[in-house]
């Protein structure tokens, strides 16, 4: 079992999705992480990870695991923005203090 927490980023990222069925299957796929499974999972360097979905355009959600409990949600992106959603789910990462990552309020 795995508590997931996501950052205000990543939140707008998953909103700003314009199609529903997109949003839920990813939403669903953060349920199965949070049940323990968290599936095709590839590290993308400086403690970041890539959950990797073979639909659509290729959707990658990023994320730092904590304490082998704790799974922060970073943000979001392609195939097309790989690189770059990386770029940026490890600065964001690199921002992160203990504090972040146990406020109540980024629970989901």
């Known amino acids: 079992m795995y508590t997931i927490k996501r950052t205000p980023q990543f939140d707008a990222w998953l909103k ?4 529903g069925m997109t949003r ?5 796929r953060l349920e ?4 323990g499974a968290l599936g095709d999972v590839k590290p993308v360097g400086e403690g970041v990870f890539e959950m990797r979905e073979f639909f659509g355009p ?4 990023y994320y730092v695991q904590r304490e082998g409990v704790l799974v922060v ?7 097309s923005t790989q690189q770059a959603d990386i770029t940026a789910a490890q ?3 690199s921002t992160l203090t203990t504090d972040d990552e146990d406020e109540d309020d980024q629970d989901r």
């Not at 949600?73 to 195939?79: N, P, R, S, V």
């Open 58 to 61: 290729g959707w990658r959600m």
């Open 32 to 35: 199965r992480a949070q049940r």
């Open 24 to 28: 839920i299957r990813l939403v669903r």
């Open 73 to 79: 949600m970073l943000g979001g992106g392609d195939k």
């Open 16 to 19: 700003s999705l314009r199609d």
């Open 91 to 93: 600065a964001l990462a």
